[in-house]
């Protein structure tokens, strides 16, 4: 599988170094050898707990490899979260690093010495197309994330509709992988090595604006694929280092709608040859993209199907609606799921006959609401259910309620995304408790924090002694007051400090007049663009680079001041005696 490129070009570059197909064969050979031993095959589903790294991108081609399908596990995932994955998905086997692993299925661990060949030959396991290629969880409506089993033929169905679509173009490309494992995108990044193309895959400095445009052109990276939130927040310094390059930057831009400006200003860029932008559409249940818009001067839209996939518009009767008119969009074949893992109940529901067609496939009810222009391409109107996209991630506010009335004392909880938060849209969860306060507040963001991803965590968690209802009884969200805090500066009525100047740099990332040593950063709804921006605001204001993990080691804002303040001592910096 990794034969694609010329052997001695390079494959990879990762934080930790780089390698060429050559020695990328190498190292995937070892590894399906030890995971063959291990008896790994086809529809066994064998856990990748790796961080961003050479190990991650070996570990997922051997799972080929050995015809097995991989699950991604963020190693930053709450420790219960990973169990219930792996207890769920009955994982056959966990590839990670020594120490530390949760109990579970046998670990192979990456850093531990490879033992040496037996002479024996393997060859890549040659399986069905039904095979399962991967599992990935998405956050579920009933309380618990729910499992998508992905198929090599929709994984196939997707490399044949990129290519016909003109992504995979004559030549080598170098291609961003800055998506999570865990995120569906991620699969058309790294699967571009099977058609030679090079990845770089990019660590913490994916957030950084600065850092993700100097490594862009430091790499000649030709392809990036993000959502727009993320473009929002780098477009100027991508753009700004696109200065000089002859070849435009073909930007995947999807994950959730983009805004009418946005589509604006990319058209523009498309106009001056500064990118190639091309809008993807798709859910995790059709394998990635199912549909695609070349960006042009217009209003936003979804475009047409890919290759191998149709597209049908319907009302609540299941028949189609007039052109022009709403209705739901419905999915259908090659790259259909197989279906929700060890969920027949809830797959039963989501993926129906295809009453179109009528010859005992399927089709996949999107939830997503849209209607078909004249020319034959859709546009995204809304949601049908309560699903929300956020940053480019499925949310489901149901599973963030379940995890939080799991405390005894809540108990009524809504969930729900405003847009008037401090720094831009976020959730926010509103919760019926007997003594409504700071003190249950805090009580459920720290159970919010100990069982959800940090995509999934609220903003902000209102507690109140009853819902608003409306004069039928039904909860008035209209009426749910918006978050209030009351910030203090940390040292108040006394020159300014470092510590304060950090806090200030925090603030202003967040959309706040003040914050304070105690607060934590991810309850104020901080996120990793968030923490980009407090990295930049300290290198501007203060001349100092902080690591891009050092806020998630000490989200405490007070803490991570401190860990500043060291930073600024080991510095060759003036700005010492602040402190």
């Known amino acids: 599988m990794t034969g694609a490129g010329e052997p001695g070009r390079v494959a990879v570059i990762a934080p930790d170094g780089s390698l060429t197909f050559a020695e990328l064969e190498a190292r995937v050979v070892a590894l399906h050898r030890r995971l063959a031993a291990h008896g790994a095959g086809p529809d066994q589903i064998i856990g990748v707990r790796l961080p961003r790294s050479l190990d991650l991108v070996v570990a997922l081609l051997s799972v080929w490899r050995a015809g097995a399908a991989y699950l991604p596990i963020d190693p930053d995932l709450p420790p219960q979260r990973q169990r219930f994955m792996l207890r769920d998905s009955a994982a056959a086997l966990l590839i990670s690093t020594t120490g530390g692993e949760p109990t579970g299925p046998p670990v192979l661990a990456v850093d531990a010495p490879t033992p040496p060949a037996d002479g024996t030959q393997l060859t890549p396991a040659v399986v069905p197309a039904g095979t399962l290629a991967y599992v990935l969880y998405t956050s579920g409506s009933t309380g618990q ?19 016909d679509l003109g992504v995979y173009a004559s030549g080598t490309r170098t291609v961003a992988w800055n998506a999570s494992a865990s995120f569906d995108a991620s699969v058309q990044q790294w699967t571009r090595l099977l058609r030679g193309d090079s990845i770089v895959l990019l660590g913490a400095e994916r957030t950084d604006p600065e850092a993700l445009a100097a490594l862009l052109r430091q790499h ?37 709608p983009i805004p009418g400006a946005m589509w604006t200003d990319l058209s523009q860029l498309v106009d001056h040859g500064v990118v190639e932008a091309i809008n993807v559409y798709g859910p995790t249940e059709t394998t990635v993209d199912a549909t695609a818009a070349r960006i042009r001067s217009g209003t936003p839209h979804i475009g047409h199907p890919l290759t191998g996939v149709h597209a049908y518009v319907l009302d609540e009767h299941l028949q189609p609606v007039p052109l022009g008119a709403t209705g739901e969009l419905f999915l259908a074949g090659a790259g259909l799921a197989r279906g929700y893992l060890n969920r027949p109940g809830l797959t039963a529901r989501s993926f129906l006959p295809d009453v179109l067609v009528g010859d005992g496939s399927r089709m996949y009810r999107t939830g997503d609401l849209v209607r078909r222009r004249s020319d034959g391409s859709m546009e995204f109107l809304e949601r049908r259910d309560r699903q929300i996209k956020l940053r480019g991630l499925r949310v489901e506010p149901g599973e963030i309620e379940a995890a939080l009335a799991a405390d005894n004392m809540v108990r009524d909880v809504r969930v729900l995304l405003r847009d008037d938060l401090p720094g831009g849209a976020g959730l926010v969860a509103y919760c019926v408790v007997e003594n409504p306060g700071p003190q249950a507040a805090d009580r459920l963001r720290r159970s919010a924090t100990d069982q959800l991803p940090a995509a999934l965590r609220p903003g902000a968690i209102v507690t109140l002694a009853a819902f608003p209802r409306t004069s039928n009884g039904k909860l008035d969200t209209g009426a749910l007051p918006p978050p209030v805090r009351a910030y203090q500066g940390l040292c108040p009525g006394r020159p300014e400090s470092l510590k304060d100047r950090v806090l200030t740099a925090a603030a202003g990332a967040l959309g706040l007049d003040h914050v304070a040593a105690d607060d934590d950063f991810f309850a104020l709804g901080g996120n990793s663009l968030h923490a980009a921006s407090i990295r930049a605001r300290l290198r501007g204001a203060l001349g100092l680079r902080v690591p891009p993990r050092l806020l998630f080691d000490h989200p405490r804002l007070g803490d991570f001041a401190a860990q500043v303040c060291v930073l600024a001592d080991t510095a060759t910096s003036p700005r010492q005696e602040e402190r």
């Open 220 to 256: 000649a990276v030709t392809d990036l694929d993000i959502t727009p939130t993320h473009w929002a927040t780098v477009r100027d310094a991508v753009v700004a280092g696109r200065t000089g390059r002859p070849d435009p930057l073909r930007i995947l831009i999807g994950g959730e």
């Open 145 to 163: 994330p729910k499992a998508v089993a992905v198929t090599r033929a929709g994984v196939a169905n997707l490399m044949q509709g990129l290519a």
